[in-house]
């Protein structure tokens, strides 16, 4: 039985990563009214480069930073913005690569 949900679990986590990567996330998905304020090249938030972005290098890097910011655009909601994550936010808000 403990197998049985195990495999239900997995199945559902592996449909719900495809159905993210199908769709990328729109503005309304963030709900950031400046977006265009945050529009920052991701290895110059990341300074200690593990490839997470945490809420205090984000704070760091953007100083008028709300949370709420950063806890929309961390779509998995693991405490961290990675590359991925950063990219779709700017994809959806259009904002280009800056150095």
Same mark, same amino acid.
């Given at each position: 039985?403990?197998?049985?949900?195990?495999?239900? =679990?997995?199945?559902?986590? $592996?449909? =719900?990563?495809?159905? *993210?990567?199908?769709? @990328? @996330?729109?503005?309304?998905? *963030?709900?950031?009214?400046?977006?265009?304020? *945050?529009? =920052?090249?991701?290895?110059?938030?990341?300074?200690?480069?593990?490839?997470?972005?945490? !809420?205090?290098?984000?704070?760091? %890097?953007?100083?008028?930073?709300?949370?709420?910011?950063?806890?929309?655009?961390?779509?998995?909601?693991? $405490? $961290?913005?990675?590359?991925?994550? !950063?990219?779709?936010?700017?994809? =959806?808000?259009?904002?280009? %690569?800056?150095?």
């Amino acid at each position: 039985m403990q197998k049985f949900f195990t495999l239900s =679990a997995l199945m559902i986590l $592996g449909l =719900a990563a495809v159905a *993210y990567a199908a769709s @990328p @996330p729109t503005q309304a998905a *963030y709900n950031i009214p400046d977006a265009k304020s *945050y529009n =920052a090249h991701f290895g110059n938030m990341d300074p200690d480069k593990d490839g997470k972005v945490t !809420w205090q290098e984000f704070k760091a %890097h953007f100083p008028k930073a709300d949370e709420k910011v950063f806890v929309a655009i961390d779509l998995n909601k693991d $405490g $961290g913005i990675d590359h991925d994550e !950063w990219h779709d936010f700017k994809a =959806a808000y259009n904002l280009k %690569h800056k150095d």
